[in-house]
């Protein structure tokens, strides 16, 4: 088989990284790839959102199957474009996809198939939500509609402060399209958590859990990210959890969703909130969560590109998932003013001595392979936000999170942050039964 990854992330090296495992992968290509995905991949200069360009390259190249990583092209609608083509290609539709590009879209896909979310109302104009705000009480939360690299959602703990949120998004226009219309919603309570399941439309084939932290700064402190850190499994998500988070929330969507006659077929990721009355839903996703799928794919001992073409086939039925029991930790290592402004081209040094650790695994997300035309040198320089995940196992939570960061001091760019506390959740958890 030859296939294709799209996107250049942490998410994709780790997709690459595992489907370069697969016995029946022959030749495996990544657009448009990064410094790590250069080095186990053949990489092609097309940007994930050009969607001629990819369809091109699929003809051309002769793919036989892709694999879409990032939102942006799904909710562009590349799955389509490729099914038109008669290509297999693994993601859900340009509309199923919209539970991840429109916040209003889910919430009402949610309402409609009673599956538990926070109360919402929804808002275009500044004046109106100020008036609902004066009626509820703190802490609420304020989200853009639209997608905003994961940093669209503000929990305001005054409702002065969720004034201020409301006027930046619908007035200044801070997230431009993607927040002409908001969503003001009740603040869940409880401790959040990541399912992430595959689907051929009407059969499930589920993920073991994880949790991301969001927050740049440790303790949860600082302003919103794509993503910090992820661990697997959570030791939060009980078996009880898990199969309630499945029977409330995922088959209500998936059979629901078939009776309409449009099956999902993907990823489908549910970030929870586990509460006193259950798992509530935050938010869909409608791919691999990042980074915690840097978390996952290094516990699957299951064929990834089975999983895949099964989705995209239909024939998910009955296929067993087989999952290594060691735990996971993965850290991000960011760039200096992330989630701001940041600068580029920073080198990076010590990967060769952190990879060379055992039961480490360092996945790329923003890096660029440069070459000397001279000498012929390489070296990888950062080129993005989200530098690195850096990733490890263990035989318990503790032992995978020493290694992590072990592997962690090995690293050094100028500028680089991480938080120091990924994972520490768990530790005061009993990662028995955790899914």
Not at 239 to 268: M, S
Request: charged share 25%; hydrophobic share 40%; glycine share 10%.
């Amino acid at each position: 088989m030859r296939v294709l990854v799209i996107g250049s992330g942490g998410r994709e090296h780790a997709i690459v990284w595992k489907l370069t495992r697969s016995k029946r992968v022959k030749k495996l290509f990544c657009a448009p790839g990064n410094g790590g995905i250069a080095s186990i991949a053949e990489t092609a200069e097309i940007p994930a959102d050009d969607m001629e360009g990819i369809a091109r390259f699929v003809r051309d190249e002769k793919i036989d199957f892709t694999v879409v990583g990032p939102e942006g092209p799904l909710v562009a609608g590349i799955v389509d474009v490729l099914n038109r083509e008669r290509r297999a290609v693994f993601g859900p539709s340009k509309e199923l996809a919209q539970l991840e590009g429109s916040k209003v879209y889910a919430k009402e896909l949610m309402r409609r198939f009673k599956v538990p979310t926070a109360r919402f109302s929804v808002f275009t104009d500044v004046a109106s939500a100020h008036r609902h705000l004066d009626t509820l009480s703190a802490p609420v939360v304020v989200k853009a509609d639209g997608l905003c690299a994961g940093k669209g959602v503000s929990v305001s703990v005054t409702i002065q402060e969720a004034k201020d949120v409301v006027t930046r998004m619908l007035r200044d226009r801070v997230f431009q399209d993607a927040g002409s219309r908001i969503l003001i919603e009740e603040c869940l309570e409880g401790e959040e958590a990541s399912i992430i399941v595959i689907s051929d439309g009407e059969n499930v084939a589920a993920l073991a859990s994880s949790q991301d932290h969001k927050r740049l700064g440790d303790d949860d402190k600082g302003p919103n990210t794509g993503g910090m850190g992820a661990y697997s499994p959570a030791p939060v998500v009980t078996e009880q959890i898990f199969e309630e988070t499945l029977r409330k929330i995922i088959y209500p969507v998936i059979t629901g969703l078939a009776r309409e006659g449009r099956p999902y077929r993907g990823a489908l990721y549910a970030g929870i909130m586990i509460t006193e009355d259950g798992p509530k839903v935050l938010e869909f996703n409608a791919r691999f969560g990042d980074p915690e799928t840097q978390a996952i794919l290094p516990r699957l001992k299951t064929d990834l590109f089975d999983l895949m073409e099964r989705s995209a086939q239909g024939s998910l039925s009955k296929f067993p998932v087989v999952w290594d029991k060691r735990p996971c930790v993965s850290v991000v290592a960011a760039s200096g003013g992330y989630p701001g402004v940041f600068e580029k081209g920073k080198t990076i040094s010590g990967l060769d001595e952190a990879q060379a650790m055992k039961d480490v695994i360092v996945f790329h997300a923003g890096t660029r392979l440069i070459k000397d035309e001279k000498t012929g040198a390489s070296r990888i320089v950062t080129n993005g936000g989200r530098v690195l995940n850096i990733t490890a196992l263990g035989a318990n939570i503790k032992n995978a999170i020493d290694t992590c960061y072990r592997a962690a001091g090995k690293i050094w760019f100028e500028g680089i942050q991480y938080r120091k506390d990924i994972a520490h959740k768990a530790l005061a958890s009993h990662t028995a039964g955790a899914r």
